[in-house]
């Protein structure tokens, strides 16, 4: 079982800075991050394949950086140039897949989720 404990969400002004930390139990080839927002479905972010290849959404390209650190098993999500739109709840996901799904339904372990709201 994988456990995953997000942390690192607040409120921001447009065009600040955030950084969310997702801590996992234990390492799986596939993390992501994930966003919702109420009334719509959840949207994969970004998501690190087990080859460091990296994916993001066309609408954060260029703002949103996801690195993983192995030695503490934990990935982070460096928001920059926040924009009103960023507002939702932000997950983390593992996938023991190589490469990581577009689809939320097939990710194993989520976290609790945290919140960004971005005014």
């Known amino acids: 079982q994988v456990q995953l404990v997000e942390s690192g969400g607040c409120s921001v002004q447009a065009g600040g800075s955030l950084r969310l930390s997702c801590a996992a139990s234990?390492?799986?080839?596939?993390m992501a991050w994930f966003r919702q927002v109420p009334g719509k479905e959840r949207e994969r972010v970004a998501a690190?394949?087990?080859?460091?290849?990296?994916h993001y959404i066309e609408s954060v390209q260029g703002r949103f950086t996801m690195s993983r650190d192995f030695a503490s098993d934990t990935v982070y999500l460096q928001m920059n140039s926040l924009k009103v739109e960023d507002t939702a709840v932000y997950y983390c996901?593992?996938?023991?897949?190589?490469?990581?799904?577009?689809?939320?339904?097939?990710?194993?372990?989520w976290g609790q989720g945290t919140q960004v709201t971005v005014s």
């Open positions: 234990v390492s799986t080839s596939c």
């Open positions: 690190r394949d087990y080859d460091a290849e990296i």
């Open positions: 996901a593992s996938s023991n897949k190589d490469y990581c799904p577009s689809e939320a339904r097939l990710y194993n372990y």
